[in-house]
């Protein structure tokens, strides 16, 4: 039985009893079934139409798998077909695959839920003293540690490894108060997963093979990029460039695994949905206690409506939790802005589940494709087409920032005035988060180098006086980020601030002494 508390009772409440009736009588395989036909026409239309490179997609309905089919191609320009066994990266759907694996933790008494971090792991640390010692698993795997959500992922962006960016989120000042309101964080529940492996005595990714992946046989599925890449049958990323989905970037989550660093097949994907329905129970045999798989379903915290729906949505750990026009569900979508796009959504007290992997980013489809689908089930006919609303809704999410930042830097202001002598600003510069940064006089112009080794580097094009511009995500090569140079006394640059490293403060680094 589920236990909700006051709060998100009366919240759930509101929707009503329409969902709860429409839940009455149970779902009959004939329902689904009759379904998969315009499943797989949508599917195979999104991809002829040209909305995706490709995609597979798995549906369950209780301890069967009633489809699992590829459409498309792993990759734009050449022949191979996606196949149901075809591996994706599931970017932020890793994260309730995560929750899996801790609960499995949790039932074999080596965690629990409440586990504080200090005590299992104590040299993972918050900005403030209170919130690191009391901070718990639980608080982690629901986004109420405070961090804010860029944490980490900045310098992640310019090579830092998962030990260096969890030693380093010491230093990020709180979003929100601890426990205090929900702040969607990659880097805290990767902290969350790497203390639960911490106490296991193991590796994060060694940990989820032994109690999930390895049980239910999931031979494609794993933490690792270098598992990933050595697929043979594995879908590559893909981004709009001139209008046209094009291979052009490659992404390796390894410092954030627990959070987005997973890779499966919808095959094996359906093993672990078929787990989560049936309370942790595989193959008649209890896996994972209920109790420890429960929790993860609790809607602990409001992250408002859905923005398609309208529905109130919560999160519980690594989970959203929605109260829609077909009942509660259980859910979670993943993104890499440099091409993947995966949702997992379950009916729990109809025994669905659909899985749905995209190669290519932005688009709605799989949320498009899952909310058509599950009118079909449920009501028989379909309601309205949520492709395009959903589609809307992630370059509405997207794209006005994007393009405002391009127009502020489109061209210099008309009393631009020009940078200071190559000198004023080469040297070393530092701070504890971004490490050292180096900035170094070239036959082409300025150049910022950061990140381990310096490997990360970044051409600098003049805009105004003491500002530059530099572009550091590949898959927008024409997005543009201010580098400002802060003048001494001397005439010399005394600090330098890189953009993209500053959404919480930390981005301002100092000239060293020579």
């Keep these: 039985m589920r236990v909700f508390g006051k709060g998100i009772l009366t919240a759930i409440l509101a929707v009503g009893l329409v969902a709860t009736e429409a839940m009455a009588d149970p779902l009959t395989r004939d329902q689904v079934e009759a379904a998969l036909p315009a499943l797989r026409d949508m599917a195979q239309n999104a991809v002829d139409s040209g909305q995706v490179p490709g995609m597979s997609i798995s549906v369950v309905l209780g301890d069967r798998v009633l489809f699992a089919e590829g459409f498309g191609v792993k990759e734009m320009g050449k022949p191979d077909k996606v196949d149901a066994d075809t591996v994706f990266q599931l970017a932020s759907m890793s994260k309730p695959i995560s929750s899996t694996v801790v609960a499995a933790l949790v039932t074999k008494g ?65 979003w ?14 990767t902290m969350g997963g790497m203390a639960a492996a911490h106490a296991a005595g193991k590796g994060w990714e060694e940990i989820a093979q032994d109690v999930l992946f390895g049980p239910l046989g999931m031979t494609t599925a794993s933490y690792r990029h270098d598992d990933f ?40 994907l359906a093993s672990w949905m078929q787990l989560e329905l049936a309370m942790g129970k595989w193959k008649g045999e209890t896996l994972i206690s209920e109790d420890a798989l429960a929790a993860t379903h609790q809607p ?38 440099n091409g993947a796009r995966t949702l997992v959504t379950l009916w729990p007290d109809a025994g669905l589940g659909v899985t749905i992997l995209v190669n290519a980013f932005p688009t709605g489809v799989p949320e498009g494709i899952s909310d058509n689908f599950a009118d079909l089930v449920f009501d028989g006919k379909a309601g ?48 504890d988060y971004v490490g050292t940064v180096e900035v170094q006089a070239t036959d082409d112009g300025l150049v910022v180098t950061l990140g381990p080794d310096g490997k990360t580097r970044y051409p600098l094009t003049h805009f105004d ?11 927008m090569p024409d997005l ?35």
Excluded: C
Aim: glycine share 10%.
């Design 110 to 174: 080596i965690v629990d839920w409440d586990s504080r971090v200090s005590q299992i792991a104590p040299q993972f640390q918050l900005h403030d003293a209170y919130p690191s010692s009391e901070v718990t698993l639980r608080d982690l795997f629901n986004h109420r540690s405070g961090l804010p959500g860029s944490a980490g992922n900045d310098i992640e962006d310019i090579g830092f490894d998962r030990d260096t960016i969890m030693e380093r989120l010491r230093l990020v000042p709180a």
């Design 176 to 189: 929100v108060s601890f426990r205090g309101g929900y702040s969607y964080s990659n880097a805290g529940l």
């Design 229 to 268: 890449v050595a697929r043979p049958d594995r879908a590559a990323l893909h981004v709009q460039i001139d209008g046209a989905w094009t291979a052009k970037v490659t992404r390796n989550a390894d410092p954030q695994a627990p959070a987005g660093g997973a890779s499966a097949s919808v095959v094996d």
């Design 300 to 337: 602990l915290t409001s992250r408002g409506t859905n923005p398609v729906s309208g529905a109130p949505s919560f999160y519980g750990l690594g989970w959203n939790v929605e109260f829609g026009r077909h009942g509660e569900t259980w859910g979670h979508a993943g993104a890499f802005s």
């Design 384 to 431: 309205k087409d949520y492709i395009g609303p959903w589609n809307h809704a992630y370059s509405a999410l997207f794209g006005p920032a994007i393009e405002a930042a391009k127009a502020a830097f489109a061209k210099p202001p008309a009393d631009a005035t020009a940078a200071l002598p190559d000198s004023a600003y080469v040297g070393r510069y530092a701070n």
């Design 465 to 475: 006086r003491d500002t530059f511009l530099y572009f550091s995500a590949p898959e």
């Design 480 to 514: 543009p980020s201010p580098a400002t140079f802060q003048i001494g006394t001397d005439g010399k640059a005394t600090a330098l601030v890189l953009d993209t490293l500053n959404a919480n403060g930390l981005g301002k680094v100092t000239r060293l002494a020579e």
